[in-house]
């Protein structure tokens, strides 16, 4: 275990490594490099598509939610008017020309329409996805439409994201469940 007296200490099969700022480091054999590259090729081959599967899903999340906000607003205005008044006019899509591959920011009145005021819709940050409102108002049953486009990545295919909803005299404002038709961003 200890060194004779006058005989240099043998270190064996690992070498070992002085440092500067600490004690002696063994250098690690190469069984033990290809276990710790395989070990951390496992954890990378995990956790970069879930990262990319993130960063994919939070880039949804403005037309989900704003379509969402549409949604409710709509249902919340037509369960209080009769089937002719139910929702508001129909309103172009907002801003004019989809962002392309990337966000931008609206100038000041963009989001004005009277529409837009009652169903609560603005933005006033910047924003990757366009927005128009359909709505079909008729004595007995009215219905609307709500789209969402984007083109994240900027090569002219839209990404798009629709909710629909009726409402007829006599019952509940009923709102589809919300569809998407996507390139891969």
Do not use: C
Request: no cysteine; glycine share 10%.
């Amino acid at each position: 275990m200890f060194a004779r007296p006058g005989r240099p200490r043998r270190l064996g099969r690992a070498a070992f490594v002085r440092s500067w700022y600490g004690p002696a480091v063994r250098a690690l054999t190469p069984l033990e490099a290809a276990s710790g590259f395989s070990i951390l090729g496992s954890v990378l081959a995990v956790a970069i598509p879930a990262f990319v599967r993130n960063v994919h899903a939070s880039r949804l999340v403005e037309p989900i939610e704003g379509l969402n906000h549409i949604a409710a607003r709509a249902a919340a205005i037509a369960a209080s008017e009769p089937a002719e008044t139910a929702y508001p006019e129909s309103v172009g899509l907002t801003p004019e020309q989809v962002p392309r591959g990337g966000a931008v920011t609206d100038p000041p009145g963009t989001w004005d329409n009277p529409t837009w005021r009652l169903l609560g819709v603005e933005y006033t940050t910047a924003h990757s996805y366009s927005f128009a409102f359909e709505s079909r108002d008729a004595p007995g049953k009215a219905t609307y439409r709500a789209v969402a486009h984007g083109d994240l990545d900027g090569d002219g295919l839209l990404s798009t994201f629709e909710v629909s909803g009726e409402s007829s005299d006599g019952s509940e404002p009923i709102t589809s469940p919300m569809e998407s038709r996507r390139e891969v961003e």
